[in-house]
């Protein structure tokens, strides 16, 4: 039974529970919540998880983490079960060969057509547990989520959390600047609980800012208990650990020890799961990170130096838009582990808990150094360190609109989305790297969702291409005949209003 315990990247000696970690998700300190420890498979792991479905998977995966006490096992996998019965496919996350030795793992089976479902569709029913749980023992916790989108990503975290009690979802988008398409998936989610706010006059920064200034507002955070489901808290990484498991077992047996993943990486989420399934003893050979003109970790890889690109321009706006990062803010995670990894031999001999303290302290003084100068140099011993398990590509805008024209032309022909394509990219460079690997890249998004890219690189190579016929999922071109529900506001203000109404048990009107 696991009695895993959480504590932050950034010091104090306190650990969580799994409840505590989850429900906080940044720590006070502005660190990320890791567990005490990476637990270890069962010994015979391989044989007897062949053959699971996707959901037991993740059960037996989960259940190293999730200590009983916070959810007992019988409901952990009936929250699991629930999670997963929202995807189109029984393998949930099922591989494609696309070439010998090839494949493409692809995660956007679920209700929003993109990966993070696989996350959010469980965070959100662990959400509701774990405050179903306290209510239930007299606590009136109500949560508001509150998020910022581009476009893209607000729908997943729309479906992860509609209908569930105790919870009301507020999620702004610039107003006009997003496509029909995705306005419609999240505007025809009719859950009361759940409200599309279009912020007129807008870009997406300054939804951001919004939601930032919100958040920061102490007296307002505490008394609307914001919350937010950004892709640092735990239990996302978590339930993504259970796909490179599952990669595995859907290989043919002889590919098996030889995989190379690579990810599509932003805010290395992903790829952080892809390391605790590594070190919690999947047999694999590397990780491997993909990214857009938004480079700073590509850069990271080869140099040992985490650095912002320079002050002014702080993100590129590329074609793979849930990439455009400035810095990542998973990649905190594993630098704590390379902080650790790399002490010197005195440290080593000390205890658990000092040389947690260490590896907390100089994390510490390499954050301090980034938010001071914009940059850190880590050094030879962390970037060997990192080397042995990482490498890292960058993929430009006209590579990855390429890339896209590669697969839609091949024998087979199959459409994918600039994201994946950045994957697909990185991957054929750096085949020569690791000859006889099985090179599994993921595919992070249906390529509906990125119709502006995919038009752009097909429509002029493929005269015949027709985005609506070839690519256009027939349930996806169905929202946009249905009912929309719209809140607009312009500003913070209005923002903030809207919140307040909504909480004082009015019924504000749609637009
Ligand atoms: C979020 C996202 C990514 C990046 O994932 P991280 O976990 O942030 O590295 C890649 N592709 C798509 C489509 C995404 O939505």
């Not at 339930?239 to 043919?252: G, N, S, T």
């Amino acid at each position: 039974m696991s009695q895993t315990r959480y504590f932050s990247t950034r010091g104090g000696s306190e650990t969580l529970s799994f409840d505590e970690a989850v429900l906080r998700g940044l720590a006070p300190n502005g660190g990320l919540y890791i567990p005490t420890e990476i637990p270890a498979l069962p010994a015979n792991w391989e044989s007897e998880w062949e053959g699971l479905t996707f959901s037991e998977l993740s059960h037996r995966i989960l259940s190293l983490f999730v200590p009983e006490d916070s959810i007992p096992s019988a409901d952990l996998k009936d929250i699991i079960d629930r999670s997963y019965a929202t995807f189109r496919v029984p393998e949930v996350t099922p591989l494609r060969q696309t070439a010998e030795g090839e494949y493409v793992l692809e995660l956007w089976h679920g209700p929003t057509w993109a990966f993070k479902d696989v996350a959010l569709q469980f965070v959100g029913n662990v959400f509701a547990y774990l405050l179903g749980k306290r209510n239930d023992a007299g606590a009136n916790e109500q949560l508001t989520v509150l998020g910022a989108t581009s476009g893209d990503t607000g729908s997943a975290a729309i479906y992860g959390l509609r209908s569930k009690p105790a919870i009301t979802i507020f999620i702004l988008y610039p107003d006009g600047r997003i496509s029909p398409i995705q306005q419609a998936q999240m505007a025809t989610v009719e859950d009361a609980n759940v409200y599309t706010v279009a912020v007129q006059g807008a870009d997406f920064d300054k939804c951001q800012a919004i939601v930032k200034s919100c958040f920061s507002d102490a007296s307002f955070n505490a008394s609307h208990r914001l919350g937010a489901v950004n892709s640092i808290n735990w239990a996302r990484i978590l339930a993504q650990i259970v796909y490179y498991f599952q990669a595995y077992f859907l290989l043919p047996k002889d590919k098996r020890d030889k995989v190379q993943f690579v990810v599509p990486t932003g805010n290395f989420g992903d790829i952080l799961a892809g390391w605790y399934a590594k070190r919690l003893g999947l047999p694999c050979r590397q990780l491997v990170v993909a990214t857009n003109e938004n480079d700073i970790l590509a850069r990271f890889f080869s140099t040992g130096r985490y650095e912002r690109e320079d002050s002014s321009a702080e993100v590129k706006a590329t074609y793979s838009p849930a990439m455009d990062i400035a810095l990542s803010s998973n990649f905190e995670r594993l630098l704590w582990y390379l902080a650790h990894e790399t002490q010197s031999a005195e440290q080593q001999a000390q205890g658990a808990e000092e040389r947690r303290a260490a590896a907390q302290a100089t994390l510490n003084g390499w954050m301090d150094e980034l938010k001071r100068t914009g940059r850190v140099d880590m050094g030879a011993a962390v970037k060997e360190a990192a080397a042995r398990e990482f490498w890292a590509e960058r993929v430009s805008d006209e590579d990855t609109l390429a890339e896209i024209r590669k697969y839609a032309g091949a024998g087979t022909p199959y459409v994918v989305d600039p994201h994946t394509a950045v994957g697909l990219a990185t991957q054929a460079r750096s085949k020569p790297r690791a000859p006889d690997s099985t090179w599994v890249t993921l595919s992070t998004a249906h390529p509906a969702k990125f119709s502006e890219a995919v038009d752009l690189a097909l429509t002029q190579a493929f005269p015949d291409f027709d985005f609506r016929r070839d690519v256009l999922p027939p349930a996806l071109a169905a929202l946009e005949q249905l009912p929309q529900r719209v809140y607009k506001v312009s500003g913070e203000d209005g923002v903030r209003a809207l919140i307040e109404q909504v909480k004082r048990g009015e019924k504000p009107t749609p637009a």
